[in-house]
């Protein structure tokens, strides 16, 4: 699993690295079961705060991406997320109301925009259940 | 009192007639990585000093640890570590000594780990004091102020003049520090993307008080920066969201706090509007403290001498 981070950009460290994690799952980079690096192992890999890795994971274990077992470290589940379906849904309706906005701006059509998010759909080959097929 | 490790509340600290801090305060929060940022000469090594009890505050009060920075105990003192600006070492130890030495002075003086951690940044332990690069010399700093396990850590500009590995060294013992101990930090720098990297929180000196006193995620999750040209003669709002409004040769910059969509939309409808950006830690940085910027919560000297007796 590749976690990369930009100190610079305007999303917040500990949310770049929820992403990040999240994202290495969906891609199907990391699978259930792997072990995520430990907290002082990732902040100096990415040369960041230790609490702002310990704070990525507490979201991470709430949200149902990792577990954390006494002193073995943190495991990835391989579920997605275990958000409420409402939470998700805004969360979802959140994400692509900003994708639709900056495309808007960038003056592509609703019809370019959809494709655009098939072919996005695509590439991470979810299926119906949000699992990789 | 609260259960802040640094507190500065009021404090006012002159030399002559240069009034340095003009009514410093803010808080430094337990396991917290506090940043202090300003333009050289805006007072952040004065406000450290007095925090180690070398300067006296002339007005306000400022602790450490729970006490009043100018009659810190020995108990104290040994709680904190510090890496001062010139990294001053006696010229006449090597490595070895100034570790012995260190060692001497503090009962929880680790010696196996700073001479190991001294061997893992390449220094021999024969190595003469004045011989020392400035970057290793800053390193073995580090390494003696941290050894001994501090629940604070201050740290004046402490990357001044190091170049980008070593700097990046540098921060991976603070890193280690901060994961093995949770040490609570305050560090004045000057480099930004250090900063953005550690930093829970960031204060923007100016002029001798905080400009800026907030979390990092903060700013950048609820300040937003934009270019707004208005239709005809719109005024640019006013409200307590609107931190700051800077003129450009044409309409405003505008650095709004928690604003709404509703706002942006009545800003767009009333002239011509740039996407809201959050702002990078430089640009805040230089809005604030630019040169084309009035100089808030100044006060002249002479008025506050007057209003509190004289020095």
New interface residues.
């Given amino acids: 699993m590749i976690i990369r981070i930009d100190p610079a950009s305007p999303d917040p460290l500990f949310e770049q690295v929820v992403f990040a994690i999240k994202s290495a799952v969906a891609k199907g980079s990391a699978s259930a079961g792997g072990k995520l690096p430990s907290v002082r192992e990732l902040a100096r890999e990415l040369a960041i705060n230790p609490n702002t890795v310990v704070r990525a994971y507490e979201v991470l274990e709430r949200d149902g991406v990792i577990v954390r077992r006494q002193g073995a470290g943190c495991f990835l589940t391989g579920r997605g997320s275990d958000l409420a379906g409402a939470e998700r849904k805004r969360q979802l309706h959140e994400l692509l109301r900003r994708a639709a906005t900056e495309s808007f701006h960038l003056g592509f059509a609703p019809e370019d925009v959809e494709r655009a998010l098939k072919k996005c759909l695509d590439e991470l080959q979810f299926d119906s259940k949000g699992k990789k097929a | 009192m609260s259960s802040a490790v640094v507190t500065f509340d009021g404090v006012h600290r002159w030399f002559g007639k240069s009034h340095v801090l003009r009514g410093l305060s803010f808080e430094v929060a337990p ?1 917290q ?1 506090y940043a202090l940022l300003g333009r050289n000469g805006a007072g952040k090594t004065t406000a450290l000093r007095i925090l180690l009890g070398f300067l006296a505050p002339l007005a306000g009060s400022a602790h450490v640890l729970g006490r009043d920075c100018t009659d810190l105990l020995p108990e104290q003192r040994g709680r904190i570590g510090y890496v001062g600006e010139e990294h001053r070492l006696y010229p006449t130890m090597t490595v070895q000594q100034a570790v012995n030495f260190e060692a001497a002075t503090r009962s929880t003086f680790r010696k196996d780990f700073a001479l190991e951690a001294a061997k893992r940044c390449g220094l021999r332990s024969g190595q003469r004091v004045p011989f020392l690069s400035r970057g290793q010399r800053a390193q073995l700093s580090l390494i003696l102020a941290v050894a001994s396990g501090p629940d604070l850590l201050i740290c004046d500009d402490p990357a001044l003049g190091l170049d980008v590995v070593m700097r ?1 060294e540098f ?2 013992v603070m ?2 520090l ?3 101990t949770g040490c609570t930090v305050l560090f004045s720098s000057h480099f930004l ?1 250090d900063v ?5 929180r960031v204060g923007i000196l100016h002029e001798g008080a905080l400009l800026v006193d907030a979390r ?2 903060d700013l ?2 609820r300040v937003r920066k934009c270019i707004w040209v208005p239709n005809g003669d719109a005024k640019p709002p006013v409200g307590d969201n609107v931190l700051r409004v800077g003129a450009r040769r044409q309409g405003f910059d505008l650095t709004l706090l928690d604003a709404t969509e509703a706002m942006f939309a009545d800003l767009a409808k009333s002239g011509e509007l740039s ?1 809201p ?2 702002p ?1 830690l430089e640009d805040l940085f230089l809005d604030i403290t630019g040169p084309e910027q009035p100089g808030m919560l100044r006060e002249p000297i002479e008025q506050f001498l007057s209003k509190t007796g004289g020095a």
């Avoid at chain 2, 953005?196 to 829970?200: I, K, S, T």
């Fill in positions: 396991g990585v990046r921060l991976d890193i280690d901060l994961a093995d993307s953005e990297r550690v930093a829970d990092l995620d950048k999750q996407p950006e959050a990078s």
